[in-house]
Every structure is written in structure tokens, then in C-alpha cells.
Nanobody, 121 residues
Framework: QVQLVESGGGLVQPGGSLSLSCAASGSIFSIHTMGWYRQAPGKQHELVATITSGGTTTYADSVKGRFAISRDNAKNTVYLQMNSLKPEDTAVYYC???????????????WGQGTQVTVSS
């Protein structure tokens, strides 16, 4: 089985910074794209940022220039550095990874449990 475990959420004032991390573990052969999504109360699930195994990144327009996604392939971990946070960034943040599983040699998408980020004064 494969698990994604997130950490790093919390409460921060507007303009502040937070860093999230998400570590994948289990029967992993390889990890392709990893990413972060978020869901705010009453809103749809939305893409925040993604990063391929080669390091190519994409960002939602709303976070460009403020957030940075990175990954450590040796640790099967993806990070999200969030700067200049705004109240509208408040949401549950979920990591996602496209993983080739050893046991089956099938590729599946896996999700973390979610971590709350609250931006408020």
C-alpha cells in the first residue's frame, strides 16, 4: 500500500508564510507528478501547484509569485512554500501523487489526508 502524509499547516497572519510537506511511503516503484490542491469552505476543490519528476512546475494564477512547489525525489517528498499569504488562501490543503506501485506495477493517484491552513489576523 501507499500512503501520503502531510504536515505543516496551521494559523498564520496575512502576509505571513507557511511551509507544507508531504511524504509518500509504501510499495513505491516511482513517482511521477506530485501536486497540491486545496478546498475552501463552500468552494470547489482547486489545483494549487504541480511538479513533475523532472522538476517542471505549474501554478494556479492565484498563487503565482507567492507559492513555490519543490520535491526531493530521494525522500519521495513534495513541499509547498507559501509566502505573502492572504485570507483567501484559507483552505484544507491536500497533496496528490501519481505513483507506480511495485506490487501491481499499475499507476494510481493517491491523496494525503489534508492539512488546514488558516490565514487570519
Amino acid at each position: 500500500q501507499v500512503q501520503l502524509v502531510e504536515s505543516g499547516g496551521g494559523l498564520v497572519q496575512p502576509g505571513g508564510s507557511l511551509s507544507l510537506s508531504c511524504a509518500a511511503s509504501g510499495s513505491i516503484f516511482s513517482i511521477h507528478t506530485m501536486g497540491w490542491y486545496r478546498q475552501a469552505p463552500g468552494k470547489q476543490h482547486e489545483l494549487v501547484a504541480t511538479i513533475t519528476s523532472g522538476g517542471t512546475t505549474t501554478y494556479a494564477d492565484s498563487v503565482k509569485g507567492r507559492f513555490a512547489i519543490s520535491r526531493d525525489n530521494a525522500k519521495n517528498t513534495v513541499y509547498l512554500q507559501m509566502n505573502s499569504l492572504k485570507p483567501e488562501d484559507t483552505a484544507v490543503y491536500y497533496c496528490n501523487a501519481r505513483i507506480l506501485v511495485v506490487d501491481t506495477m499499475f499507476t494510481n493517484y493517491y491523496w494525503g489526508q489534508g492539512t488546514q491552513v488558516t490565514v487570519s489576523s
